[in-house]
T-cell receptor, first 108, second 114 residues
């Protein structure tokens, strides 16, 4: 049980921002929200994580709802290299559980 | 910094045969994970090591799967005997410690059982 809900697929135009949503309505107060992505024929790659506050790094931004029941991964300018499956996960006292993620397609 | 190394990258065997996968984590990483990823699904954790001790193997089919991490560095995952449903990509990952720390994944070993 991944305990997170994501859309199966999304599509974006190149150079435009992408907002990938995740629902984690049963999250506990100590669970972190992690995002990984998996490019074709590669292992997953860490993207970003957060607890309560919004987070930014060189790859993306993570916006966490005030009630922590949902979050959004933001890619500011999608490129063709961002086409991948994006996984939203909860991490606390139990190990990572991957769902099926969101398959992001980027159109040139 | 060298990444997580895995070998072989591909393996084809017949059902009931045995197979072993090897993983070399990032130097200094105490925590090592083995995942199974069936086509179209997300990775599923099989076993987690902290140094050379097992932290979680609740989803490891222990009647046929085994794993070890001698000396707390390299690790091997073995399947004996293999079944058709074991066809998957086996991913190894490591992190500096348990918990919220970023996991670094290897390229995986694609196993096909005929």
């Amino acid at each position: 049980d991944a305990k997170t809900t994501q859309p199966n697929s999304m599509e974006s135009n190149e150079e435009e921002p992408v907002h990938l949503p995740c629902n984690h309505s049963t999250i506990s107060g100590t669970d972190y929200i992690h995002w990984y992505r998996q490019l074709p024929s590669q292992g997953p790659e860490y993207v970003i994580h957060g607890l309560t506050s919004n987070v930014n790094n060189r790859m993306a931004s993570l916006a966490i709802a005030e009630d922590r029941k949902s979050s959004t991964l933001i890619l500011h300018r999608a490129t063709l290299r961002d086409a991948a499956v994006y996984y939203c996960l909860r991490l606390g006292n139990t190990p990572l559980v991957f769902g099926k993620g969101t398959r992001l397609s980027v159109i040139a | 910094e060298a990444g997580v190394a895995q070998s072989p990258r591909y393996k084809i065997i017949e059902k009931r045969q045995s197979v072993a996968f090897w993983c070399n984590p990032i130097s200094g990483h105490a925590t090592l994970y083995w995942y199974q990823q069936i086509l179209g699904q997300g990775p599923k954790l099989l076993i987690q090591f902290q140094n050379n001790g097992v932290v979680d193997d609740s989803q490891l089919p222990k009647d046929r799967f085994s794993a070890e991490r001698l000396k707390g560095v390299d690790s091997t995952l073995k399947i004996q005997p293999a079944k058709l449903e074991d066809s998957a990509v086996y991913l190894c990952a490591s992190s500096s410690q348990r918990g919220i720390y970023e996991q670094f994944f290897g390229p995986g070993t694609r196993l096909t059982v005929l």
